[in-house]
């Protein structure tokens, strides 16, 4: 009789004790730990999965991928506490003399809502799409949130509530410290804060290489006259003006191609886009043409290669030769999960600083600073690559940059047109702006995103700066060959276009170039035209001396041309069409401009006056010294410089064969990872 009033009476206090509201809010914080943090773990591990599929002969490093766990538990967490909480306070009100354990009810909640929320993103970020798919999401979601909540009751009910209680706190405890020791490798990592974050500081060097380093950065998509140190009237790059008063500086460069992979091709290999002839319908490098890291590769370099862009990879061939290729890329994106989706569709600004970082830089700088620190002891001279993509669209930038040139509106505004006005903006700006017209995008619009890129080339100033300040830092500066240029530019509205297809106006293919060899103190600005594919020889040249291996007839070593500059040459630029889809879309459009953008071209400069020729035969010349923006065809008024031209390109193409594919790996065929790299670029027709 007694034992049954005893128990009677705990059974009573468990009631009590579990109807509780703030019991019931204190159980609800325990399942947003343990929700935060079982989400953190199964999003990175799904996107583990998928990154692998790209990076499958790089080494994964451990720190980024517990910064990536961390990154997501924190903010999992921190969304989900004041939501549980809320939910758990109304359950305790609602029904708390109906539950000893509320816990099974609300650990059910936190799988319902935060399944309603992930799942639809995570869909979206895998580019499943289709009400089917989201439908059986959905169902899916409220099928698990219903089977945990049938299990954890009959489980708590089985164990009885200490036991129950005592499982609660345990996985309350393990999640809680997961989330506390990836958070805090997270805390102390280029995820965390990209615009606070600066390389760890390095010792110099005790040893003295067997020839001169190679540092080459390549400022991916950065428009030529949107650079302070080419003219642009607000100082998007300081540093550079400073780098060079000690460089050589080339005031009229120019991409051999429109985009990275034709551009990217012809630097490697001091070719130009008719003799390598990659581009849409040959994607990859063919191997019978020999790249700039094979040759310091068998000098005895070091080589290694860290790529924002996606295109820079083994499947394009364009890592060929390089001892290491890191694609930050595809590990920055292995951060990228559900949350941070919806706050760029949403359309708000970062309310934390980890979800309004750049494109990769910081990370770039965080693996690079490691790589020097492992090469400190070596004697073998190295060849650094690195190409950053700030300045790609989206044009990933932080806060503090934006607020650089733009005002607080405009700022706010810059984060709505990431998805939640236009769509995805990539989408829009590349292939809905350039083959449909872009009236869609309002002119207040157009200042905001020209400011927002403004503010990505003023970031990467910054980067570039402090990668010198690294490289000085560590002794290694006055023995490296610095080379600083643009792989292409963008549009921006000009011409009726945005980013960077379709046409070979110098808002795309001029370039920024700077170049300074070892021992160099006095700058000098070169007049000459000159083209990307001179770094070739270049690199070469400074490296292995009278041991380079002879190159084409129309490069030159852009060394030698700054001491002996020539008082004219002309150097040429291509565009090959759209890729297959663009072309159909283009072809059938009504407006002439936008039918016409499908015709391949070339230009020919040499600095003052520019010729296009198109295949259909139609002709351009503009006085670039007088019409800088090429708005006045001058072909009609100027025949003199347009038959000469026309004569130069004549001569041009008889003494440049065109490429022939043949070659191991001349392919057209793509595999499903390239196809998603290209359509994440705009490249490609979003399906």
């Not at 399944?115 to 799409?129: E, F, H, K, S």
């Not at 698990?144 to 708590?156: D, E, F, M």
């Not at 005790?206 to 650079?227: F, S």
């Not at 505004?413 to 869609?440: K, P, T």
């Amino acid at each position: 009789m007694e034992q049954n009033a005893e128990t009677t009476l705990l059974s009573a206090r468990e009631e009590r004790r579990g109807c509780s509201v703030w019991r019931a809010v204190g159980i609800g914080v325990c399942v947003a730990v343990m929700g935060g943090a079982l989400l953190a773990t199964l999003e990175t591990a799904a996107a583990l999965v998928v990154v692998s599929k790209h990076i499958r002969e790089e080494p994964l490093p451990i720190g980024v991928l517990v910064a990536t766990v961390g990154k997501a538990a924190a903010t999992h967490t921190i969304l989900w506490l004041p939501v549980m909480a809320v939910v758990a306070g109304l359950y305790g009100l609602l029904v708390r003399r109906r539950a000893a354990h509320p816990w099974a009810a609300l650990l059910a909640a936190i799988v319902l809502l935060a399944g309603l929320v992930v799942v639809p993103a995570d869909l979206a970020l895998a580019r499943i799409g289709g009400s089917l798919s989201l439908v059986l999401g959905v169902l899916g979601v409220v099928a698990t949130s219903s089977i945990v909540y049938v299990l954890v009751r009959v489980s708590a009910g089985w164990a009885g509530p200490r036991r129950a209680d005592g499982v609660l706190y345990g996985l309350t405890g393990a999640c809680g410290l997961l989330t506390v020791i990836t958070g805090t490798g997270f805390a102390r990592s280029a995820l965390f804060d990209a615009a606070r974050y600066r390389m760890p500081a390095g010792r110099p060097a005790a040893v003295t290489r067997a020839g001169p380093n190679v540092l080459w950065i390549v400022l991916d998509t950065v428009r030529a006259d949107y650079t302070s140190v080419l003219g642009y009237e607000r100082p998007t790059t300081p540093f550079l003006e400073r780098w060079a008063a000690g460089a050589l500086l080339f005031e009229h460069a120019v991409a051999n191609g429109i985009w990275t992979i034709p551009s990217h091709a012809s630097m490697f290999t001091g070719l130009s886009v008719r003799a390598h002839g990659m581009d849409h319908v040959f994607p990859r490098l063919d191997r019978r043409h020999r790249t700039v890291a094979e040759e310091l590769t068998s000098a005895g370099y070091r080589t290694v290669a860290f790529s924002n862009n996606p295109l820079i990879s083994p499947e394009t061939e364009l890592t060929r030769g390089f001892a290491e290729h890191h694609s930050l890329y595809h590990l920055q994106h292995l951060g990228r999960f559900s949350l941070q989706l919806l706050w760029e569709k949403w359309g708000t600004g970062p309310i934390l600083p980890w979800l309004g970082g750049d494109y990769g830089a910081a990370l770039t700088h965080d693996l690079v600073a490691r790589w020097l620190a492992e090469q400190a002891e070596d004697p073998a001279p190295f060849f650094l690559f690195i190409n950053y993509m700030e300045a790609h669209l989206p044009y990933n930038v932080p806060r503090r940059y934006r607020q650089m040139f733009l005002s607080e509106p405009q700022v706010a505004r810059s984060y709505e047109l990431r998805r939640r006005v236009y769509g995805d903006l990539v989408a829009a700006l590349h292939q809905r702006f350039n083959i449909e017209g872009g009236d869609f995008v309002t002119p207040e619009d157009v200042e905001v995103l020209r400011g927002l890129y403004a503010a990505a080339i003023r970031y990467l100033d910054d980067r570039v700066a402090e990668m010198i300040q690294a490289f000085e830092q560590r002794g290694l500066l006055d023995e490296t060959l610095v080379v600083i240029v643009t792989d292409h530019g963008e549009h921006l509205n000009t011409h009726g276009m945005w980013s960077h297809c379709c046409q070979v106006y110098d808002d795309v293919i001029r370039a920024a170039l700077l170049i300074r060899e070892p021992g160099r103190r006095e700058g000098r600005r070169v007049t000459t035209s000159v083209q990307v594919a001179d770094l070739f020889p270049t690199v070469l040249r400074v490296t292995r001396g009278a041991a380079a291996p002879q190159v084409g007839h129309d490069v030159c070593d852009l060394v030698a041309l700054a001491e002996q500059e020539r008082e004219v040459r002309v150097v040429f630029a291509e565009y090959n069409g759209p890729d297959r889809d663009s072309l159909q879309r283009m072809r059938s459009s009504s407006k002439r401009e936008i039918a016409r953008r499908v015709q391949p071209q070339v230009a020919a400069t040499d600095g003052r006056f520019k010729y296009i020729h198109s295949r259909s035969g139609r002709q351009e010349l503009y006085n670039l010294v007088e019409d800088p923006g090429e708005l006045h065809n001058l072909v009609a008024s100027n025949q003199r410089q347009a038959s000469r031209f026309a004569h130069l390109l004549a001569d041009w193409r008889a003494a440049v064969p065109p490429f022939q594919p043949g070659g191991a790996s001349s392919g057209t065929a793509m595999s499903p990872e390239m196809i998603e790299a290209l359509r994440s670029l705009g490249y490609l027709e979003d399906q």
